[in-house]
């Protein structure tokens, strides 16, 4: 093949870009030549939309994807949504291979009652209202004085951390004026976490946790009889420094004292919540959970006694699920592209899934691969393996050759169809337009909140 290989990247997120670096960089004997689409105006995914704003780290991960998108070397076509701006029949007919790397950005489903009352939250609806995700409402229901956040990961404590934050502690970060609106009126008094197992096995990063304590105006509450290690526990903390710190800066909050600060952040281990209750007309008045006790090995079991803590509203942060796309096959109960490796398999089950019945030329990873676990940068293990088995299949010849392998072939398509796609460069005007706006607010940036006014940015002087 005397022309470049043709590779097409579905999700400008972390995932996909990381796969588009280590493709460029791996060793081959042949060029290669990629395209990102993107369904949002603006790349990075859950950098962007699934981070908490107070968290200086996204600086650093955001530049980092900059730099590898600035080489030149990648196209992005943001605004284009598989499924309904392209298929992928078309996108067979361009690329040798496909890459999906969609992630998940929805919420995994808690299977207790109540969990659709009134005043019942999934933690990512929040995050993309707080985030100021272009295709969510601005309005975000303030009004509960006492929150169960449900979960013990880094998502809960954002979600928690922004409840119980001070909104003027927020100005200095990229929230645009509704958000920081919203929460300026926000009547919380008290926000409580919930985790089922004990501060041991708790998920939370040493920095997230650190963090936490550091809110102005707020007070840690702690509860000792909450503080119960186990053989397994002791030996988590002995062979683990993540697990170490984590249980260190716990502990250390049990030392705190009240300060008579405005808002209370309240944190529950070994009660798993068991009903969210309440009715359809007064919505949720309480968070009903079972006491746990650990079992030896750092599981828990239940001991039958339940507690019913007086709420006005839950947040549901147990986890993200991944979203079907079109024509692709999906197991639904992991959640993922059904595949083995990152190559994409005919089949509606990973337990099932055979070798054999790779679909040529299709392929995934990133949290669609393989679920939402792990931090940002293991995502670039799953990028790396799955980009060895293009470059395989490439070698062996089992790609699929496509009819219209000219890069500018999806231009035209694109073109053709009306698409007003969002390229590298209209990234970089919208870039300027949120610095613009923070300028004279003394901020580096303030996040534009529509869909329409990341498009005006971008396509401005083009």
């Known amino acids: 093949m005397s022309r470049p290989l043709r590779l097409a990247i579905v999700g400008a997120g972390p995932a996909g870009i990381y796969a588009a670096d280590l493709m460029t960089k791996e060793e081959r004997d042949f060029d290669v ?91 990512a609806e929040f995050v993309n ?54 929460l300026k009126k926000s009547a919380v008094t008290d926000v409580h976490i919930f985790g089922r197992r004990g501060p041991a096995q708790a998920k939370f990063t040493p920095l997230e946790i650190r963090e936490l304590g550091q809110a102005d105006d707020v007070d840690i509450v702690v509860y000792p009889e909450d503080f119960e290690f186990d053989e397994g526990s002791m030996e988590a903390i002995r062979t683990s420094n993540q697990v170490k710190q984590v249980t260190k800066t716990l502990t250390d909050f049990t030392l705190r004292e009240d300060t008579g600060a405005k808002r209370r952040l309240h944190l529950h281990f070994l009660e798993a919540p068991v009903e969210i209750v309440g009715d359809e007309e007064d919505g949720v008045t309480a968070l009903r959970t079972e006491r746990q006790e650990l079992d030896g090995s750092g599981g828990v079991n239940g001991t039958g006694k339940t507690t019913d803590w007086p709420m ?14 079109p024509e692709l096959p999906f197991d639904e109960r992991r959640g993922v592209i059904t595949n083995i490796e990152g190559r994409v398999i005919d089949g509606e089950s990973m337990a099932t899934a055979q070798a054999e019945d790779h679909i040529p030329g299709l392929y ?27 470059i395989e299949d ?9 009819a219209k392998p000219e890069e500018d072939a999806i231009v035209d398509l694109l073109a053709d169809k009306g698409i007003d796609y969002i390229d590298w460069e209209g990234y970089h005007r919208i870039e300027a337009a949120e610095k613009a706006a923070g300028e004279p607010h003394g901020r580096e940036r303030i996040k534009l909140a529509t869909r329409q006014a990341m498009v005006d940015a971008a396509k401005k002087m083009a």
């Open 129 to 182: 209202w707080y985030d100021s995700h272009p295709d969510v409402s601005q309005e975000w229901p303030l009004e509960a004085e006492k929150v169960a956040v449900i979960g013990n990961g880094n998502v809960a404590l954002d979600v928690a951390r922004i409840l119980a934050k001070q909104a003027d502690d927020l100005l200095s970060t990229e929230i645009p004026d509704h958000v920081y609106e919203g």
């Open 394 to 402: 490439y070698e062996a010849g089992r790609l699929p050759q496509p």
């Open 312 to 325: 006005d509203a839950v947040y549901r942060a147990v986890g993200y699920f991944g979203t079907k796309l």
């Open 364 to 390: 995934t990873t990133g949290w669609i691969k393989r679920g939402p676990v792990g931090l940002i940068g293991h995502t670039k293990g799953d990028a790396l393996e799955t980009i060895g088995h293009i």
């Open 33 to 123: 030549s990629i395209d990102l689409f993107e369904r949002l105006p603006a790349p990075f995914g859950l950098v962007r939309y699934g981070v908490a704003p107070d968290h200086p780290r996204i600086k650093g991960i955001t530049n980092a994807l900059i730099r590898v998108m600035d080489r030149h070397q990648l196209r992005l076509f943001g605004n284009v949504d598989y499924g309904t701006d392209i298929t992928l029949e078309e996108l067979q007919e361009h690329y040798d291979a496909v890459i999906f790397s969609t992630g998940c950005f929805i919420d995994t489903k808690l299977p207790i009652p109540g969990v659709d009352l009134p005043r019942s939250y999934g933690a």
